[in-house]
């Protein structure tokens, strides 16, 4: 049998679960490939770090000249978090001559450009499923699989420990703090899980999933973006009431021929498909033009979902099959955007509001009164009353009808001022 001889930069979370499927599902990995992936390198900072993997001897190596010198290796998975060194560490591979595999989507969603040029100028390749959407398929698809449809929307739960941090405290009533560490121990979260939490993440997924189904050249930093930090129970049990549940979704949407593109908690139904991906799964639901809707659904996070989609891509590299589709769907090449951004003032979109007041005359007539000069009509309402409460606050909350995210904004802004307002006003879209 003929061999490929390949090798690891960076040995955590994935790059074990990447190590420990190439080492003990060989036979089938090797026959997907129609020839032997031989480990021959792992890089690491630190050869005395202990390991959760046993790796055969000679292997690890705290030198990247070790695959940079060797011109047997081939394809080399790059598994190091965030911008630098990894940026360096890719272009150090690709001028070496090596097609890289990486599920570094901060890496991406920031320098995509400069290393995707710098790939095709040298003849080389890079993939990258992993990096969106961890175990789901979801740039394979969306880039080859639906390639047919013009996209008219995708609706991603596209970070696994925010949605495990979410479902932990609406299943098991965890603390946000509890769920956060949980979500860290169980290899969900970033090196630093701000990124995670703050939305940051999920932008820079959805930029990448935009950039190749719309053509946008949106950069992560310009999308509209909130992430779980400021969630709080009482929003949770407000939502179940209304028969909704939380998610972080992450939104790209054609509207009148522009592109709206958001990431934020949103109430889904409680019977929707949404409403029931729980834990560190991540679902996208994409509408296309001919094929109508699709559903992914699979963990998103995680050690070994993450190192599934990181040896497919390699195989894909190793067959050949990488080479043609990088080199000649140039997707990345696309300039000026085919799509332009819709500005968020004008999208359209149901609210869910909640109000810190006092318990006052006049209170209700104000806010709505605020609400109604935007021209935004309520379609339900709660105000449960104050039995146990010591001081005179009272949570108010209002599900709207569409409106637009500037009259919202606006009107938001005036009830923020309001004397009787205790605290700014919580407020997320409903998913339609
Ligand atoms: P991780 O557990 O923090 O591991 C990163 C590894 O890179 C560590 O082993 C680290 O070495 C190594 N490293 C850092 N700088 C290095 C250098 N200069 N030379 C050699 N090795 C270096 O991260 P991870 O969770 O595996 O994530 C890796 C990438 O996959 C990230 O971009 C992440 O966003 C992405 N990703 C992760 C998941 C997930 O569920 N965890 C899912 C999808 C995508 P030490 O061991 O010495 O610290
Ligand atoms: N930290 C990321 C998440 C890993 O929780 O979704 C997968 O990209």
């Known amino acids: ?118 790939a095709r100028e040298l003849g080389r390749s890079i993939a990258f499923d992993a990096a969106v959407a961890g175990g789901i398929p979801i740039v394979t698809n969306v880039g080859q699989c639906l390639s047919a449809n013009r996209i008219e929307s995708i609706h991603g739960i596209l970070n696994g420990t925010c949605n495990f941090i979410i479902s932990q405290m609406e299943e098991h009533e965890a603390s946000y703090a509890q769920a956060v560490e949980e979500a860290q121990q169980r290899g969900y979260a970033e090196a630093d899980p701000t990124m995670d939490v703050n939305g940051s993440d999920a932008a820079q997924k959805l930029a990448l999933l935009a950039h190749l189904a719309f053509g946008s050249r949106v950069h992560w930093s310009e999308i509209p973006c909130e992430g779980i930090e400021s969630l709080r129970p ?53 509408i296309g033009d001919a094929v109508g809707r699709v559903w992914f659904q699979g963990m998103g996070a995680g050690r070994m979902p993450t190192a599934s989609a990181v040896v497919a891509d390699l195989i894909d590299m190793i067959v050949g ?51 109604s000069k935007e021209g935004i009509s309520i379609a339900s309402f709660i105000q449960h009353e104050r039995h146990e409460s010591k001081d005179d606050k009272v949570p108010l909350v209002i599900m709207t009808h569409h409106t ?26 409903i998913l339609d």
């Open 1 to 118: 049998m003929e061999t490929t001889k390949i090798a690891i930069v960076g040995l955590g979370t994935v790059g074990t679960g990447v190590a420990q499927l190439l080492l003990e599902h060989a036979e089938h990995t090797n026959r997907y490939a129609g020839r032997a992936i031989i480990l021959e390198k792992v890089v690491v900072r630190d050869c005395n770090k202990a390991r959760d993997i046993k790796l055969p001897d000679g292997v690890l190596t705290d030198r990247l000249e070790d695959v940079t010198k060797d011109p047997e290796i081939r394809c080399v998975v790059q598994l190091i978090g965030g911008v630098e060194p990894a940026r360096s560490i890719m272009l150090q591979l690709l001028e070496s001559g090596k097609d890289v595999v990486t599920a570094n989507k901060a890496l991406l969603a920031e320098h995509g450009d400069e290393l995707f040029d710098r």
């Open 321 to 371: 099959r990488t080479a043609i589709t990088f080199q000649t769907l140039q997707l990345w090449s696309e300039k000026p955007a085919r799509v332009l951004p819709r500005p968020s003032f004008r999208t359209a979109t149901r609210y869910y509001f909640r109000f810190m007041v006092k318990d006052h005359p006049g209170v209700l007539a104000e806010i709505t009164g605020a609400l």
């Open 234 to 286: 009482i929003d949770l049990q407000y939502a179940k009431e209304l028969g909704y549940r939380l998610k972080l979704l992450a939104v790209a949407r054609l509207e009148d021929g522009e592109l709206e593109l958001h990431v934020g908690v949103q109430l889904v139904r409680r019977d929707s498909p949404m409403a029931g991906v729980g834990g560190a799964y991540n679902a996208i639901r994409l």
């Open 404 to 429: 637009t995210v500037g009259a919202a904004d606006r009107a938001i802004e005036k009830i923020n001022r309001l004397q009787m307002v205790h605290e700014p006003a919580m407020r997320m879209r």
